[in-house]
């Protein structure tokens, strides 16, 4: 069974940090591009971030750049979206989202190029 499973999510203060993960069970990373995606409460999804399968090239979307870094681990077929400086708008259900193809699509925020999504973490950034 092919899945994604994200992890990592919970109840932050403003200012606070938390490391995201994403790890793969039947099949292998190494040749998905991964994208980060949220949710919050009556908004659109949001595409966070986009890294290419090895991993040398990645995307952010405006609101998170500076803030969030995107890694993976194709040893542990596992990437990572750490999240520092957290404010209280970054709260949303966090997905991940993985696309067969080497690098990032020009088009990589809306997720419609994703073949598979995992069923999200929720991220609380309140004090």
């Known amino acids: 069974q092919l899945q994604l499973v994200e992890s990592g999510g919970g109840l932050v203060q403003p200012g606070g940090s938390l490391r995201l993960s994403c790890a793969a069970s039947g099949f292998t990373l190494d040749y998905y591009a991964i994208g980060w995606f949220r949710q919050a409460p009556g908004k659109e999804r949001e595409g966070v971030s986009c890294i290419s399968s090895r991993g040398g090239s990645t995307k952010y979307a405006d609101s998170v750049k500076g803030r969030f870094t995107i890694s993976r681990d194709n040893a542990k077929n596992t990437v990572y979206l750490q999240m520092n400086s957290l404010k209280p708008e970054d709260t949303a259900v966090y997905y991940c989202?993985?696309?067969?193809?080497?690098?990032?699509?020009?088009?990589?925020?809306?997720?419609?190029?994703?073949?598979?999504w995992g069923k999200g973490t929720l991220v609380t950034v309140s004090s």
């Open positions: 989202a993985a696309d067969l193809a080497p690098g990032c699509s020009s088009s990589w925020s809306l997720g419609y190029a994703m073949n598979y």
